[in-house]
């Protein structure tokens, strides 16, 4: 008995909890913020013609609905290479993602 009244127990109080809380939460903010940065630019705009591209940026990607591609897909620019002369454009055709929308 005197074994156990001699030992001093260490609880866990709540201030731990609140630290680590708080710590998680301090890092989940600026996780998220970056994440919607990232994920922004992957929402491509979208124009009807090429020639309507005014400025592309490197790494920067836009579907063109010009109906150069088979049915079921749609052209995308992107800005893929800097070269001298500005950004080097790179064209594919893609899987059309939701539903055509007329302008």
């Given at each position: 008995?005197?074994?156990?009244?001699?030992?001093?127990?260490?609880?866990?109080?709540?201030?731990?909890?609140?630290?680590?809380?708080?710590?998680?939460?301090?890092?989940?903010?600026?996780a998220?913020?970056?994440?919607?940065?990232?994920?922004?630019?992957?929402?491509?705009?979208?124009?009807?013609?090429?020639?309507?591209?005014?400025?592309?940026?490197?790494?920067?990607?836009?579907?063109?609905d010009?109906?150069?591609?088979?049915?079921?897909?749609?052209?995308?620019?992107?800005?893929?290479?800097?070269?001298?002369?500005?950004?080097?454009?790179?064209?594919?055709?893609?899987p059309?993602?939701?539903?055509?929308?007329?302008?």
């Amino acid at each position: 008995m005197l074994g156990l009244m001699g030992r001093r127990h260490r609880t866990r109080g709540p201030n731990l909890a609140i630290r680590k809380a708080s710590a998680t939460s301090a890092l989940a903010l600026p996780a998220s913020i970056a994440l919607w940065l990232l994920a922004t630019p992957a929402a491509a705009e979208q124009v009807a013609r090429e020639q309507d591209i005014a400025d592309l940026r490197l790494g920067q990607r836009i579907l063109v609905d010009d109906g150069s591609c088979p049915a079921g897909q749609i052209k995308e620019v992107s800005g893929s290479q800097m070269t001298t002369s500005g950004v080097l454009r790179t064209r594919k055709c893609i899987p059309r993602l939701g539903v055509k929308q007329k302008h």
